[in-house]
């Protein structure tokens, strides 16, 4: 198997998300449910992680590969 993602807690994603190239923004929140915005094109996603859980590597994964759109190497090299 290739290089596995790392586990991270929401807080981390969401910085990663939020700081270039990605530049993801709050579009709407409503308690812990978060719509985002990219300002550089990406598609909008949702972000509803909160509190002390860990993220699984997958997990991590799935939203920067699949929900964001990016190549595995991009995600890996955003981490």
Same mark, same amino acid.
């Given at each position: 198997?290739? $290089? =596995? /993602? %790392?586990? &991270?807690? %929401? ?7 939020? @700081? ?7 579009? +709407? =929140? +409503? #308690?812990?449910? @978060? @719509?985002?915005?990219?300002?550089? !094109? $990406? %598609?909008?996603? #949702? /972000?509803s992680? $909160?509190? %002390?859980i860990? &993220?699984? !590597? !997958?997990? *991590?994964r799935?939203v &920067? *590969? !699949?929900? *964001?759109g ?5 995600? @890996?090299?955003?981490?």
């Open positions: 198997m290739a $290089h =596995q /993602f %790392p586990a &991270l807690k %929401p807080a981390q994603l969401m910085a990663i998300l939020q @700081r270039e190239p990605l530049a993801y923004e709050i579009l +709407r =929140q +409503r #308690g812990s449910h @978060r @719509r985002l915005r990219s300002r550089n !094109g $990406h %598609p909008d996603i #949702g /972000f992680f $909160h509190g %002390p860990t &993220l699984p !590597g !997958g997990l *991590v799935k &920067l *590969v !699949g929900d *964001v990016l190549s595995e190497d991009m995600a @890996r090299s955003l981490l």
